[in-house]
């Protein structure tokens, strides 16, 4: 027997007001994963056994938002197959027109009831929570993406503003995903302010 321990991944949708919640807890095996999802009866629970599962953000700017319920029979939601569910910034608790960009806290929790093996009660409640921290650029990104579009692509690069300050947004682009993909938040902070402002400058801080 193991003890479940589940794990969580956030990916922003195709638009900055959506985001994707992934279970990424995988199956229980007693060597490679035993907090994994087990059978219920002899491992650990199963996403079935799950009666309650949400997800709290706290994000940089002060804004919050607790307890936004994850749990679906329709998607299904809590799983071991990878499918996310859908959170609506609009909808969630204390809404917001889009995610903010910046350092997020994240709370992912999944409460149950299941047979734990060895007890004298028929079912044992059971809860497991998982913190991480991820870092949102989708709205930064909308605004380099804007830029683009500002662009003629017939004139010379050298010579032309709107290329010039495309090409300039889109390095500070790249350096803020390189280094939010080595986790130096604090870094990656500095660069975003530095891309936002200059958004905010070319009127551009948008959430595509």
């Known amino acids: 027997m193991g003890i479940l321990s589940v794990k969580h991944n956030l990916v922003i949708g195709a638009h900055s007001s959506e985001l994707l919640v992934y279970d990424t807890t995988g199956v ?14 002899t491992t650990n629970p199963t996403p079935a056994q799950v009666t309650a599962s949400t997800l709290s953000l706290y994000f940089s700017d002060g804004s919050q938002s607790l307890g936004n319920n994850i749990l679906s029979a329709v998607v299904p939601f809590p799983n071991s197959i990878g499918i996310p569910i859908f959170l609506d910034s609009r909808t969630m608790v204390n809404p917001l027109a889009v995610f903010p960009d910046g350092l997020v806290d994240s709370e992912y929790r999944v409460d149950g009831e299941w ?7 028929p079912l044992d409640a059971f809860f497991s929570l998982d913190r991480r921290k ?3 650029y989708s709205n930064v990104e909308c605004c380099v993406k804007n830029l683009f579009a500002r662009v003629d692509t017939t ?3 050298c010579s032309d503003e709107n290329w010039s300050k495309f090409i300039y947004a889109s390095r500070l682009l790249s350096g803020l995903k390189d280094l939010v993909a ?8 500095v660069v975003l302010t530095e891309l936002q402002d200059f958004c905010t400058s070319e009127q551009l801080n948008c959430g595509c």
């Open 182 to 189: 080595c986790n130096k938040f604090n870094k990656a902070t």
């Open 134 to 136: 991820f870092f949102f």
């Open 115 to 121: 047979p734990d093996p060895g007890t004298p009660d």
């Open 28 to 41: 229980f095996d007693s060597t490679d994963n035993p907090g994994g999802w087990g059978n219920g009866v």
């Open 155 to 157: 004139k010379d690069p």
